[in-house]
């Protein structure tokens, strides 16, 4: 039986939707809110306005695709639903960034994972960062409403064998352990959740809060880009967008004017500071673009005599904190554990080598798993720490310096994976880095990773998760935003993103973006409604 194309049935239904790629001639629209940015922040944010009865437009630079275009193959999906074409990276090459341009943003290919914010990632905000009214108590309510609206729960199937090896090594070691809650409904367990979910059992901003914002008299323009505000004294006046082409690549030549009383930034920790630093908005300390974090990721890949097939089931289903905390919350580097999901033109490229080599390896894909580490920055003066700035183009991209503290938890988290894999039973293990080969005992590994040279380029590093760059906290000097996002220095502008996060988080972070833009946009609507 066919599964509905929401989108399709809404919009026989009179959804009001633009393409920016379409336009015959310019365009100006008007609402009470504009949102920049469709995913966790942006989608959150508009239903909930909507539902208050204010008219809302959400702006979303990329197109729109769904459920009936999701094919499960890469070639389609990396180009039409990724920044840059799945290309993005840090300013040097050395980090591949992961983010969504699509409408529904990241949520829309993001592997379900769904944690709250930890508490004493909370507890550092409030005490280093001047961040008030956060605390795990004071956020828990916003954290069940999204939780409810979204489906978050403990995955009940049992995990994929890809998953099961961390559970497994974890179980031999001692280590601790737990399952992932994510946000599904009526899951198929199909596995290529980053391809964009073809079922419509991923909670996505796609299925849930943009429709729901569309049945509410709200309106989206997709396929174009925010190129900057107007501004005039303290107040945003106006947001003028390019309409992109259907491949999102190069504008049209048509410009669409949007006015609004209220503005909220929603682009993620690359691309709202970007447009705020496009549009020269007032930033009095230099505090927009800076302490941009990500969680870091290096992995470890273990191949088996049994069938891993890291292709198929629930993404990510099981996780390890025993590295996170395990020097308080701000020692030495720590780490969470996670599996990805490994399907072939994303495994060709993470396993490395090339020719025979490359092919080799491949050879051995549904006998493979592939372990990672999110390395949780910020919590340290030595942590790594980013900066987006402006390419010549006026494109924003990450200046992310790399530290010999990040090096030094990056080559204990080779250890770690490395040795969980072995005690799960792995016959040979590879460290994804330029020089390493596969070798088939824990010994040999961490002889291998003790004289790996960790530097750019020859390891092998990732990111899913970009926080920072307009930091919330109460003192302009150190904050673009107060602690309700509100910008310091502009009246009505507001950021519901990950943006605001003083640091990262150690944990995927889309549930803490939903949580956080609930409480924030239930009290901006009670705002504006006043």
Known sequence: ????????????????????????HD????????????GAGGGTTAEILSAAGLKVLLIEEGP????????????DAYPSLYQEGIGRMSKDGAVTILQGRTVGGTTVINWTSSFRTPDATLQHWAREH??????????????????????????????????????????????????????????WNLGYCGMGCPTNAKQSMLVTTIPATLDHGGE?????????????DDQVTGIECLGMDERC????????????????????????????????APNPHGRTGKRTFLHLVNFSAAQFEQVINPFYGAPQSVYSDQFQWDDGVGGRMSYKLEVPPLHPALASTLLGRFGIDNALRMEQLPHTNVMLALLRDGFHPDSAEGTVVLRSDDSPVLDYRITDYTWDGLRRAFHS??????????QAVLPLHADAGYVKTA????????????????????????????????????????????????????IHDGSLFPTSIGANPQLSVYGLSAKLATLLAERLKA
């Open 220 to 232: 989206l323009l997709y396929l174009a880009r925010a190129q900057r505000l107007l501004l005039e």
């Open 249 to 280: 690549v190069a504008p049209t030549g048509r410009k669409i004017l949007v006015k609004a009383k209220h503005y909220v930034l929603a682009g993620g920790g690359i691309n709202t500071p970007g447009l705020l630093l496009r549009s020269e």
């Open 443 to 494: 010994k040999q590994a961490r002889e291998l990773i003790d004289n790996l040279r960790l530097e750019r380029y020859r390891t092998r590093l990732g990111c899913a998760h970009v926080m920072g760059g307009c930091a919330m906290g109460e003192d302009p000097r150190q904050a673009v935003t107060d602690s309700l996002g509100r910008h310091h220095q502009l009246g009505n502008l507001s």
């Open 417 to 426: 994976m490395a040795e969980i894999q072995f005690a799960a039973g792995a």
């Open 130 to 187: 001047g961040v008030i009214g956060h605390s795990s108590q004071e956020m828990a309510p916003w954290f069940a409403q999204m939780e409810q609206r979204l489906g978050v729960a403990l995955w009940h199937l049992p995990p994929n064998a890809n998953n099961d090896v961390l559970r497994t090594g974890c179980d031999a070691l001692g280590y601790d352990w737990q399952v992932i809650p994510r946000n599904v409904k009526g899951c």
């Open 27 to 38: 365009l100006t629209l008007e609402a009470d809110v504009a949102i920049v940015g469709s």
């Open 1 to 24: 039986m066919p599964v509905p194309d929401l989108f399709a049935e809404g919009l026989a239904r009179g959804w009001k939707t633009y393409d920016g790629s379409r336009l015959e």
């Open 64 to 75: 729109l695709k769904t459920s009936s275009d999701f094919t499960m193959q890469e070639a």
